[in-house]
């Protein structure tokens, strides 16, 4: 069973147009994350979301707008998409407190033609 | 704010020998948690160890230990007996057990490790 499922694995599209990304765990957790992975290897965190309320907000143009319709999902919608917005998107879960240690999903490879 | 260094962009190891991945960070906090994750060719991030900064002993997890020096900000990770599998990108991460730091990770910049047969 996948603990944490990311849909789609890859996405090709073209500049100005809009995507969305969805995130899945079945582990039971209360909190979930979305980090963005550039070109170079650099892991960032983006958001992050606990019993559906937003907790973390980084630094992130407002074209991206997380969503998170019950504690086990946790969707990225990004709008007007720019070349720079290429990366690979991780969403993870965790338990909030304690270890907090984070299983991540597989990964969603977006790239902007 | 806190930041994590790892200065060496890429290493190699042979077969069965061990290497050592270095990292440091920056805080003030006194307690905190530190972890290395292991990103291989399939891109999965994977979990490798783990240490709370409390704690004096130095984790371990078979093949894996870690070095932890806390008042010299340094947390590096030795590989025993390297295999083919361990082939991959290595990250160090930190995350703040404080009041409103709501447990996210701030990575470095990773090290790829390449073992050789």
């Known amino acids: 069973d996948t603990a944490v499922s990311q849909t789609p694995k890859y996405l090709v599209t073209q500049m100005g147009n809009d995507k969305s990304i969805k995130c899945e765990q079945n582990l039971g957790h209360d909190t979930m994350y979305w980090y963005k992975q550039d070109s170079k290897k650099f892991l960032k965190i983006m958001f992050s979301?606990?019993?559906?309320?937003?907790?973390i907000n980084e630094t992130v143009p407002n074209r991206f707008s997380p969503k998170s319709p019950d504690k086990a999902h946790l969707n990225l919608h990004i709008n007007s998409l720019e070349l720079g917005d290429s990366a690979v998107y991780f969403c993870a879960s965790s338990q909030y407190g304690g270890w907090g240690e984070q299983f991540f999903g597989p990964g969603t490879r977006l790239t902007v033609l | 704010a806190q930041t994590v260094t790892q200065s060496q962009p890429e290493m190699s190891v042979q077969e069965a020998e061990t290497v050592t991945l270095s990292c440091t960070y920056d805080t003030s906090e006194s307690n905190y948690y530190l972890f290395w994750y292991k990103q291989p060719p399939s891109r999965q991030m994977i979990l490798v160890i783990r240490?709370?900064?409390?704690?004096?002993q130095n984790a371990t997890e078979n093949r894996f230990s870690v070095n932890f020096q806390k008042a010299a900000k340094s947390f590096s990770l030795k590989i025993s007996d390297s295999q083919l599998g361990d082939t991959a990108m290595y990250f160090c991460a930190f995350m703040s057990s404080e009041s409103g730091s709501n447990y996210k990770l701030t990575f470095g910049k990773g090290t790829l490790l390449t073992v050789n047969p």
């Open positions: 240490q709370e900064a409390y704690k004096q």
């Open positions: 979301y606990n019993n559906k309320e937003l907790i």
